[in-house]
């Protein structure tokens, strides 16, 4: 009988270790995820954080009087951090627990958006990232948060352009979160664009080669009067040897290639991975 005693009693004592180290390793690792989230505003009055000063002073400022309009007009918040480092966390983790150690959103309703971006490093190691709270995440899918991301941000983030890509992706985010379309008219909206600008470079392409072909055929005519040959025999020696009595417009293809008052505070919004991101 002492034996047990004597085994339960030094399982518990290992039990209770465990736990108490467990504890410890939770604690270190939420602080020094603390540490690696740039220092929380508690004026309620910044929703905008920009480590790497991607936007201007005025930029930053319309931006971050926007997200505070939004913040006041719905019960939506909507951050934006900008920051030169991840700490070894990929996007995701790094958006989503940082929502969820700061709280963005409403208690309850977990309504908040984190639009991460880190512009540092080489080509495709630039990353960007929206975290959508429990509450948004029926109205804005995974699915669509990466529309955004791939059509709203990075063609603009590729050209320097911060301000226009995060202003881009809030008018889409922010009717999607009010619900007052649905993101399948945003998904529909995106295909009909790509599919347009898809049937515009046919286009383009087959009006170059008519103006290729008119040209051809004027020059082959002027070497044929002039040469005495036949019209055919000089088209076919002028596509073999580049041009006949007049210049290619070489050029003609490259050229196409060519403020406002503060918000309520964070309300303890929820966080549960949702969200979609990418790289440039």
């Known amino acids: ?21 467990l504890f410890l390793f939770l604690g270190l690792s939420s602080l020094a995820e603390n540490d690696c989230f740039p220092k929380k505003d508690n004026s309620n009055r910044i929703l905008v954080y920009d480590e790497s000063d991607i936007f201007s002073p005025s930029e930053e400022r319309a931006l971050n009087q926007r997200l505070v309009q939004i913040s006041n007009n719905t019960s939506n ?82 050209n320097g352009q911060f301000y226009k890509g995060v202003d881009a992706a809030l008018d889409v985010l922010v009717p999607l979160a009010k619900q007052e379309f649905n993101y399948r008219a945003y998904g529909d909206k995106v295909r009909r664009s790509k599919d347009e600008q898809g049937g515009f470079m046919i286009l383009v392409v087959l009006l170059f080669v ?56 964070f309300g303890g919004g929820g966080f549960g991975g949702g969200g979609a991101g990418g790289s440039w």
């Open 210 to 265: 008519v103006f290729y072909l008119l040209a051809r055929i004027s020059s082959s005519r002027k070497y044929a009067q002039t040469n005495g040959t036949g019209f055919w025999t000089a088209f076919m020696m002028g596509s073999l040897l580049g041009g006949m009595g007049g210049s290619s417009n070489r050029g003609g293809w490259d050229d196409f290639n060519s403020g406002g008052g503060g918000f309520g505070g």
């Open 77 to 158: 918040q909507i951050v934006v951090v900008v920051v030169n480092d991840l700490c070894g966390m990929d996007q995701a983790m790094y958006a989503t627990d940082l929502g969820q150690a700061w709280g963005v959103g409403t208690k309850g309703q977990d309504n908040g958006i984190v639009i991460l971006i880190k512009p540092t490093g080489g080509k495709g190691n630039r990353r960007t990232f929206i975290a959508v709270g429990y509450g948004l995440e029926g109205v804005i899918p995974d699915a669509t948060a990466k529309l955004v991301v791939e059509n709203e941000m990075i063609p603009n983030f590729k």
């Open 1 to 21: 009988m002492n034996w047990i005693m004597k085994f339960l009693l030094m399982m518990k004592f290992k039990i209770k270790s465990a736990l108490l180290y």
